[in-house]
């Protein structure tokens, strides 16, 4: 079977960041940063598929069909019963890998949107098909919704399966990401939390979440009370310790800080602007390890994609 994309397109793609959770809104809410990945893949008349890796994972992710942009891009054409070309991959990366930033869902991500760009005119893949091809990759939407619709995102799992809603926050949110050398496995983070929580904890957990929404969009000084958990940072605490201490301290001061995703980064969701460098300045004062401070603004676009049809030939 002869695929039906044109050798020579390519899909320019560009993926934020996202950090998950936010505090209270565990595996439900996210929200998009602008620091991205950047893909182009091109249409090979030579079969199989080769990935050129520049910047976060050079020397360390596969630079073949098991790739995870790879096979977020087959497995789209498979899902969609079309004939992948031959792939050529150039991955230009900026997220950090292993730190609660979403970088696995931005790889699925990427992908994704890349196969949509090549199937252009071929299949038409609308954003709930594409989150819902995201969310069985990465298993569960919260970094995936944001990734590919920016903002502020709720996203939940109905009858017709992953669904989101998206947010534009108050112009004086702004984000503080600190992140350590460390990496951390969710699969680890995972691990360590209970089957089960208290009742008074549930309760807990529903009432800040619901002011997060609040205070995110229209309350920006309700963030410290808005960003308290029950559910699960107190559970993680004992793999990234450091991470705990810190943000122990910066909430003592006031600072809405949780852990990004499923850490070990930290996430400061700051009132305005000027928080950030306080925030950063007490981490450097009071660290017992080398921290980067990250000064995003919150993405609102989303993935964006641009394809660039192959050049036409003169004949002579």
Do not use: C
């Amino acid at each position: 079977m002869t695929s039906k994309v044109p050798i020579g397109r390519s899909a320019v793609v560009e993926v934020p960041a996202t950090t998950a959770n936010l505090g209270p809104g565990f595996d439900t809410l996210g929200l998009a940063l602008s620091v991205y990945d950047q893909l182009t893949v091109t249409a090979s008349d030579r079969p199989g598929v080769r990935v050129e890796v520049h910047g976060v994972g050079v020397g360390e992710v596969p630079t073949d069909e098991t790739n995870l942009v790879a096979r977020a891009i087959l497995r789209v054409f498979a899902e969609v019963g079309e004939e992948p070309p031959g792939l050529d991959l150039i991955a230009r990366n900026t997220i950090p890998h292993g730190r609660g930033l979403g970088s696995s869902g931005a790889a699925v991500v990427s992908g994704i949107v890349a196969a949509k760009g090549l199937l252009d005119g071929i299949v038409d893949l609308d954003g709930d098909r594409l989150l819902a091809i995201a969310t069985s990759m990465e298993g569960h939407p919260d970094n995936v919704a944001p990734a590919l619709f920016g903002g502020l995102t709720i996203a939940w799992t109905g009858k017709t399966g992953p669904q989101h809603k998206r947010l534009l926050p108050h112009r004086s949110v702004s984000p503080l990401v600190l992140v350590p050398e460390q990496t951390m496995s969710t699969a680890l983070a995972r691990s360590l939390q209970p089957e089960h929580v208290p009742h008074a904890d549930a309760i807990f957990n529903v009432s800040r979440s619901t002011l997060l929404i609040a205070a995110l969009i229209q309350s920006p000084e309700l963030l410290g009370t808005a960003t308290e958990d029950r559910l699960h940072q107190s559970y993680r605490a004992s793999a990234m310790p450091e991470t705990d201490r810190m943000i122990t301290l910066l909430r003592a001061e006031g600072l809405a800080a949780v852990v990004s995703g499923a850490g070990p980064s930290i996430l400061v969701l700051a009132s305005d602007p000027s928080q950030r460098l306080v925030a950063a300045d007490l981490v450097t004062a009071s660290a017992q390890q080398r921290w980067t401070a990250l000064l995003p603004a919150v993405d609102i676009r989303g993935a964006t994609l641009e394809v660039q049809q192959a050049p036409v030939r003169a004949h002579s």
